[in-house]
């Protein structure tokens, strides 16, 4: 059973270029969340999805950021105009029926924007 | 005031050490807690549930005081592979399931 899977595991991108982060979970897992996390600092929480519904985004930033979990293929984290404090690890979670707040997390991608 | 707190360390153990974290939370209403291991670049895993009866799984040990909101781990005997990040992380009441971090403590177990 293959665990949470993140790509890319590392993204360069540009001032003002997009980001496209891609997040498989584990097998029978229905619920996707997103985390970021910044040098020195916790994981914070953007958003919470399950399959074709944004749960919670609260966590978001309410501009450039969206995220999406269609109902074939991985959940999607879109980042638009990237800058440069947006460079950070982007992990990525999902959870099993019944125990939603045990997490088992993907090995994060690492965004670097020039 | 930080909704999770830690001491951020570093706390450098000989090994066969035992050492202590604590983590205080902010939200009286919390409804579960769990530690979380984070070694270096890599994504977070699940330790341990805490339990307000505490717990205990091998070498680690977990409490949990309501009263004073505040959780800790135990770790008995250290060995060189537990050195890496351990992670306060609370659900809120009303957070449905939107676990909140704590940045962590950084444990680093030496010969």
């Known amino acids: 059973n293959a665990g949470v899977m993140q790509n890319p595991r590392h993204l360069v991108r540009r001032r003002g270029q997009e980001a496209r982060l891609r997040c498989s979970p584990m097998?029978?897992?229905?619920?996707v969340y997103w985390y970021r996390q910044l040098p020195e600092e916790g994981l914070k929480f953007m958003v919470y999805?399950?399959?074709?519904?944004?749960?919670?985004e609260s966590g978001m930033p309410k501009e450039r950021f969206s995220a999406e979990f269609p109902k074939e293929g991985p959940s999607i984290l879109r980042i638009q105009q990237v800058v440069r404090g947006d460079s950070a690890a982007y992990f990525c979670?999902?959870?099993?029926?019944?125990?939603?707040?045990?997490?088992?997390f993907g090995s994060g991608t690492q965004l670097s924007v020039l | 005031r930080k909704e999770v707190e830690q001491d951020p360390g570093p706390f450098n153990v000989p090994e066969g050490a035992t050492v202590a974290f604590n983590c205080t939370y902010s939200?009286?209403?919390?409804?579960?807690f769990f530690w979380y291991r984070q070694d270096c670049r890599k994504e977070p895993k699940l330790l341990m549930s805490?339990?307000?009866s505490g717990n205990e799984d091998g070498r680690f040990t977990a409490q949990l005081n309501r009263a004073s909101q505040y959780i800790s781990l135990l770790i008995r005997d250290s060995k060189l592979s537990d050195s890496a990040t351990y992670l306060c992380?609370?659900?809120?009441?009303?957070?449905?399931?939107?676990?909140?971090f704590g940045t962590g403590t950084q444990l680093k177990v030496e010969l």
């Open positions: 999805l399950q399959k074709e519904n944004i749960i919670d």
């Open positions: 805490v339990y307000s």
């Open positions: 939200n009286s209403a919390s409804q579960s």
């Open positions: 992380v609370v659900n809120e009441a009303g957070g449905g399931n939107k676990l909140t």
């Open positions: 979670a999902s959870s099993p029926p019944g125990t939603p707040e045990k997490l088992f």
């Open positions: 097998k029978g897992h229905s619920h």
